[in-house]
């Protein structure tokens, strides 16, 4: 597995993106895209040699980050790309690792299959095991 991006939950995902590049020279890499069925806006932000970040906006309050963002929001998860998701699950859960959320499409990545996995030290990871990203602009 590799590192695929960090994910960052912010309160507002317009502030969040211009703190980013402000602060960090981080620019917008995809449209914001909402996912529906974890009640999020999500948006990537890429810069020359780094790793990329994906900010997290809740968008309801029955959002499975909603609390987080409101109590300032912060790093959420790494995300990590596998090569086959559903055998990379059961490898983890076999070591011991907690299934969070299982595969489900990800609207963020045109519809591919995302999942959560809660790891040692309260540390959530992100499976994916594809390169695509909905709506890139740079």
């Known amino acids: 597995m590799i590192i695929d991006h ?6 507002n995902i317009v502030k969040g993106i211009a703190h980013w590049e402000e602060v ?3 620019k917008q890499a995809t449209k914001v895209v909402e996912n529906t069925r974890q009640k999020v806006k999500v948006v990537f932000l890429q810069k020359e040699g780094s790793i990329a970040i994906k900010l997290t906006e809740p968008t309801s309050d029955s959002s499975p980050i909603y609390k987080f963002a409101l109590k300032g929001g912060g790093l959420h998860h790494l995300c990590f790309k596998c090569n086959q998701i ?5 490898r983890l859960k076999d070591i011991g690792l907690r299934l969070l959320a299982k595969p ?6 045109e519809n591919e299959k995302i999942a959560f996995i ?3 030290n309260r540390m959530n ?5 594809t ?3 909905a709506d890139k602009i740079i």
Do not use: T
């Open 118 to 120: 809660y790891a040692k």
């Open 6 to 11: 960090i994910g960052i939950v912010v309160k």
């Open 24 to 26: 960090f020279g981080y």
């Open 104 to 109: 489900e499409p990800g609207e963020a990545f």
């Open 86 to 90: 559903d055998d990379e699950i059961s």
């Open 131 to 133: 390169n695509k990203k």
């Open 125 to 129: 990871i992100e499976l994916i095991d």
